[in-house]
């Protein structure tokens, strides 16, 4: 996959770091420095074009998944993950999702998917990714997610549904509210990296 990797400190987590729709690997970077500038970054493109736009996986519409594809993209990107530790040499059990939009989304799918893929998350404004399926084990993985409660893309309803699904299956999540819509605020960003401080 198209990405970017950049060398950090060996004891801190590496940020995985997932683009939203349209994005590429370039977006998040600066996030990176705010919420840990002393990790190693993993910043990877989407594979999937939608009208010349990357993405982590193909939808129908709207909010609504193209599961297969999904499922297919979400064993691309663990996979992927799992050769890059292997060439740049970093702890595969220490990788931290940051991920916003469709990258929170693909984020949630390998929490949701693949025990140990992540060591935490990091997700602003998720959805649900996949419903009826039995979570992994997420008793040390503890997620953030940052939501607006006008976001018309990321209904409140679903961000409560995820943090649902996911405590379930023993996360520990913070979710930090904002009053605007799907963009990611500043005060998100603080608060997100405040909560990566306080776990790792
Ligand atoms: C998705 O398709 O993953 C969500 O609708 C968010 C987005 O617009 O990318």
Redesign the pocket.
């Known amino acids: 996959m198209k990405h970017i990797f950049q060398e950090g400190n060996k004891e801190a987590p590496v940020l995985l770091l997932l683009h939203?729709?349209?994005g590429t690997e370039e977006d998040l970077l600066g996030l990176a420095e705010i919420v840990s500038p002393q990790s190693a970054v993993l910043s990877v493109r989407g594979n999937v074009l939608e009208n010349g736009m990357p993405?982590?996986?193909r939808?129908l519409a709207?909010?609504i998944?193209d599961e297969e594809d999904l499922l297919f993209r979400t064993k691309e990107l663990n996979d992927f993950i799992d050769t890059a530790a292997e060439k740049y040499q970093f702890d595969r059990e220490n990788v931290v999702a940051l991920g916003y939009?469709?990258?929170?989304?693909?984020a949630a799918s390998l929490l949701f998917h693949y025990q140990g893929s992540l060591k935490g998350a990091i997700l602003h404004?998720p959805?649900v990714p996949r419903r009826g399926v039995t979570i992994p084990d997420l008793s040390n993985t503890p997620v953030f997610i940052g939501a607006g409660k006008n976001d018309p893309?990321?209904a409140p309803k679903e961000t409560e549904e995820l943090a649902t699904l996911l405590q379930a299956a023993g996360s520990v999540v913070q979710v930090k509210w904002e009053q605007y819509g799907?963009q990611l605020t500043r005060n998100e960003v603080d608060a997100a990296a405040a909560w990566f401080q306080s776990y790792f």
């Open positions: 939203g729709t349209g993405r982590f996986f939808r709207e909010g998944f939009s469709n990258g929170a989304n693909i404004h959805m893309i990321c799907h």
